[in-house]
């Protein structure tokens, strides 16, 4: 045989066991397995979730302001009430915008980006922003803390908001429009 040959056959076996392999690892897992492997993670998602709100009850605390709590986590506080349009899903909203971590450090603003525009109901910001910015209309200011799992998650944004990180939004909506 040829050194072709046992290259062919080689290669021949190597795909021969790549797809038994593929076909093993398409095991059903029975509802005790799973439940094994997501009581940890659920566990582990739970004592978070109690620290990010420790954290940020202790900051409002702090800061002496006086928010609500929506049930998905974003904490929100309207303090200038407008008189334009309400924001609504569908519509495109303008905001002027301050962004900080927890700790006060700056991250972005509008400021030094430009306002930011998008259509509410796309996912195209944080969701938590979207969230705090359907209880406005044109005119109003607010703050929205925004945890973790409505903001960047785990991994941040790669940039200036670190993974895990509670964001601070002092947001103004600016318009609201079709």
Same mark, same amino acid.
């Not at 509008?110 to 996912?123: A, H, N, P, Q, Y």
């Given at each position: 045989?040829?050194?072709?040959?046992?290259?062919?056959?080689?290669?021949?076996?190597?795909?021969?066991? $790549?797809?038994?392999?593929?076909?093993?690892?398409?095991?059903?897992?029975?509802?005790?397995? @799973?439940?094994?492997?997501? %009581?940890?993670?659920?566990?582990?998602?739970?004592?978070?979730?109690?620290?990010?709100?420790?954290?940020? %009850?202790?900051?409002?605390?702090?800061?002496?302001?006086?928010?609500? $709590?929506?049930? *998905?986590?974003?904490?929100?506080?309207?303090?200038?009430?407008?008189?334009?349009?309400?924001?609504?899903?569908?519509? !495109?909203? $303008?905001?002027?915008?301050?962004?900080?971590? @927890?700790?006060? *450090?700056?991250?972005?603003?509008?400021?030094?980006?430009?306002?930011? !525009?998008?259509?509410?109901?796309?996912?195209?910001?944080?969701?938590?922003?979207?969230?705090?910015?359907?209880?406005?209309?044109?005119?109003?200011?607010?703050?929205?803390?925004?945890?973790?799992?409505?903001?960047?998650?785990? *991994?941040?944004?790669?940039?200036?908001?670190?993974?895990?990180?509670?964001?601070?939004?002092?947001?103004?909506?600016?318009?609201?429009?079709?």
């Amino acid at each position: 045989m040829t050194n072709k040959c046992y290259i062919y056959y080689f290669l021949l076996i190597v795909l021969a066991l $790549t797809v038994i392999r593929c076909k093993e690892d398409k095991k059903k897992y029975s509802e005790e397995e @799973l439940k094994e492997f997501k %009581e940890p993670l659920i566990r582990v998602n739970k004592y978070l979730v109690e620290e990010d709100v420790k954290r940020i %009850e202790a900051y409002i605390e702090r800061r002496k302001w006086n928010m609500d $709590t929506l049930g *998905t986590g974003l904490y929100y506080s309207l303090y200038k009430h407008g008189k334009g349009r309400k924001a609504e899903i569908e519509k !495109t909203a $303008t905001i002027k915008y301050k962004v900080s971590l @927890l700790d006060g *450090t700056f991250c972005y603003d509008s400021d030094s980006l430009g306002v930011k !525009t998008f259509r509410i109901g796309t996912r195209r910001v944080e969701q938590g922003l979207e969230e705090g910015i359907l209880l406005m209309q044109e005119g109003d200011k607010a703050h929205f803390i925004i945890p973790p799992h409505l903001a960047y998650g785990l *991994t941040g944004d790669g940039n200036r908001i670190p993974p895990r990180a509670i964001i601070v939004y002092d947001v103004e909506l600016l318009k609201v429009k079709d």
